[in-house]
């Protein structure tokens, strides 16, 4: 983000209000989130709050204290540091305000997909309803942060398999079928691909497109040689049996037993009689 963009975030930040506080004195209105102080009773009067409405209170302070040093990070650009904070608003109490400041945080790390989605999501009243004349600006933000969305329109020929699994940085983003196509949003920056599916031999891939890029990547899906696929089921096979893991069963056993008798002759007390069962056992005395 250039000092044009950020000077125009914060000139945005005051657009939508903070997480609402609750008036002090309930007769000013009612309000679905009561603040702390109209939620303590008077001494020796009976608390009028639920243990639900004193959890939704203290989710409220928290939301609003996360959402503070969320403001704090983003004035200084610490853009990471401010998505921590404002998601973890959002998680106790979700808030335009928490989410639009969110959205900013995003771009600022270089993450115009989750801006874009968090922006689609305010105007949709996801995190509560939003005033009319907002509504042009967060679309002008939302159209900026699409502008930054690279696209991999990946396609795959062969192997086989009825269908292929897609991850990107380890995270899955969809499956095709082994003749189709499959087109994946992406942060601009360099992302890991893999393609995998039932029977074939995966493929691992580099990509790193430039904001707005648009790329096709054709992958040649290759099954896995017969052999490989023989020698795995038949190492699943022994796995499986009971009896690798009653001979597995003897080996420890075994194992057990000398690593006894090497630390008993390595110095023992006399034995001792246990008087309920008769059992005699042997201390180990340690040098």
Known sequence: MNRARIGLVFALLG????????????????????????????????????????????????????????????????FAEARQNFEASLVRVPRVAAAFNLAIAYRGIGMPVESYETLTRIERGIYGPVREDRRDQIR??????????????????????????????????????????????????????????????????????????????SLLLVPVPADDRTRSVERSSVLQSPWFWLGAGVVVAGAAVTTAVVVSSSGTRDPVSDPTFGVTTTSVRFH
Not at 47 to 55: F, I, R, T, V
Not at 62 to 71: D, H, N, S, T, V
Not at 160 to 189: E, F, W, Y
Request: charged share 20%.
């Open 15 to 78: 657009l939508v209000a903070a997480p609402r506080r609750a008036a002090a004195d309930p007769r000013a209105g009612s309000s679905p989130h009561p603040s702390p102080t109209a939620a303590l009773p008077m001494a020796g009067a009976q608390s009028p709050w639920s243990a639900d409405s004193e959890g939704a209170i203290a989710d409220e302070a928290r939301a609003q204290r996360f959402f503070e040093l969320g403001k704090q990070a983003i004035a200084s650009g610490r």
């Open 140 to 217: 002008q933000l939302a159209k900026e942060a699409q502008h930054d969305i690279a696209y991999l329109d990946l396609r795959v020929t062969g192997g086989g398999a009825s269908s292929v699994l897609v991850k990107i940085d380890g995270q899955d983003v969809g499956t095709l079928d082994p003749t189709g196509t499959l087109v994946v949003p992406l942060n601009p920056g360099s992302r890991s691909l893999r393609v995998s599916g039932e029977g074939l031999q995966p493929i691992d891939k580099q990509v790193n497109p430039k904001p707005g890029e648009k790329l096709t990547l």
